[in-house]
């Protein structure tokens, strides 16, 4: 067999689940199109969960710029945990990296990924850190003519520079960047960008379908991942820009949060998760902070 004949195993499966946001996902597909990791070592997976508006038609546009996989299933309703199982399913990867359309990677992220997880002596899970998350309202304007998929580490040097940050930077902040040190990191794992090694994922039994509503499927994976050992790992600079859109059911996201963290409890049963409760008496606080406050049992020094 020739040496052009030998196929390039990927090891990275960047999965991508989308609905009816085309030109999102472009913005998406163009930042993974100019990562410093070569493209013989990732592969893009984008599963669309009923879209009936031109995403196909994006995909193919990158057929000759990316090693990427379409993949449709039908519109039955929300079914992103889903999506992502058959993105994981037909991985190739040593390692999959969930991102949700609309983030627009770092240039060096996919390249950090992979080091950080090559490096680690045992599984990590890593959450990267998404700028401009949580932007609503007046806030979103100003800074939309600054961004940009085709350069998007001059983006995010200007996000970084006016304080556009991560809506989870306020815990890091309290709670330091070392999420071994946490009581309950699982509850940052947030599948906007994160990666995380495929035995693992498949050994932890990936994303629970049952799960066909916004939020809590892959705060439940990072329970079965944290239940399994693995630690959790930040790096600031394994990074990316949230590109602003309007949210579906923001309204009621509030509301969601609390019955899907009252069935985790009731699904786990951990000494971590029996605190999601008291989230409802301390609305300012995350979980972390209430378990680090009155839980007893944590070592850190929080500030105030």
Not at 1 to 6: D, F, G, H, I, R
Not at 135 to 146: A, K
Not at 222 to 250: M, N, V
Request: hydrophobic share 40%.
């Amino acid at each position: 067999m020739s040496a052009q004949n030998v196929h390039q195993r990927k090891q990275i499966s960047v999965i991508i689940p989308t609905y009816n946001r085309a030109e999102l996902l472009r913005h998406t597909l163009i930042s993974l199109q100019h990562q410093t990791l070569s493209n013989d070592f990732f592969e893009v997976i984008v599963v669309d969960d009923g879209s009936v508006d031109h995403s196909e038609a994006v995909c193919q546009d990158f057929s000759s710029l990316l090693d990427i996989k379409y993949f449709h299933q039908q519109d039955k309703g929300f079914r992103a945990g889903k999506a992502r199982n058959i993105g994981a399913a037909i991985a190739e990867g040593d390692y999959l990296v969930f991102i949700d359309t609309s983030v627009v990677l770092a240039s060096h992220a996919l390249a950090k990924h992979l080091a950080t997880h090559q490096s680690s002596p045992t599984p990590i899970n890593i959450i990267g850190y998404v700028y401009a998350f949580g932007l609503r309202g007046n806030d979103v304007d100003p800074v939309i003519p600054m961004m940009s998929s085709d350069n998007a580490d001059a983006s995010l040097a200007y996000l970084k520079d006016i304080s556009a940050l991560d809506q989870r930077e306020p815990q890091y902040q309290l709670m330091g960047s070392d999420l071994s040190r946490w009581p309950a990191a699982f509850d940052i794992f947030w599948t906007c960008h994160v990666s995380v090694e495929r035995k693992l994922f498949i050994q932890v039994g990936g994303f629970d379908e049952s799960f066909t509503s916004w939020g809590g499927e892959d705060v439940d994976l990072g329970i079965r991942l944290f239940k399994a050992g693995s630690q959790f790992h930040l790096d600031r600079d394994i990074c990316s820009f949230h590109w602003p859109h309007p949210e579906e059911g923001e309204e009621n996201k509030n509301e969601q949060g609390v019955n899907i963290a009252q069935d985790l409890h009731k699904k786990y049963q951990l000494w971590e998760t029996s605190f999601y409760g008291d989230l409802y008496g301390e609305p300012n606080m995350s979980l972390n902070e209430v378990i680090a406050r009155f839980g007893g049992r944590s070592q850190l020094e929080l500030v105030g």
